[in-house]
């Protein structure tokens, strides 16, 4: 008899961004992101604080880029 045990399933990974590679994907400043995620009419996603650094989700910035090409269509 095969138990499948927690241990040994995996979570699908998500991968996060560095607030520089968030710079980069925009090519924006850290002052502009900074703008944006206070800006609560741009809907810009948050980032997840470790440690003091920020991360933001792909799936999220993914999503938030989707949302902005609807607007713009």
């Not at 968030?22 to 809907?43: E, F, M």
């Amino acid at each position: 008899m095969n138990k499948v045990h927690a241990a040994n399933v995996k979570p699908t990974p998500t991968e996060f961004l560095t607030g520089p590679d968030v710079q980069a994907r925009y090519r924006k400043s850290h002052v502009t992101i900074w703008r944006w995620q206070n800006d609560a009419k741009l809907g810009f996603p948050q980032p997840i604080q470790i440690n003091r650094m920020n991360y933001w989700r792909l799936s999220e910035l993914e999503a938030w880029e989707a949302a902005q090409a609807e607007k713009a269509a």
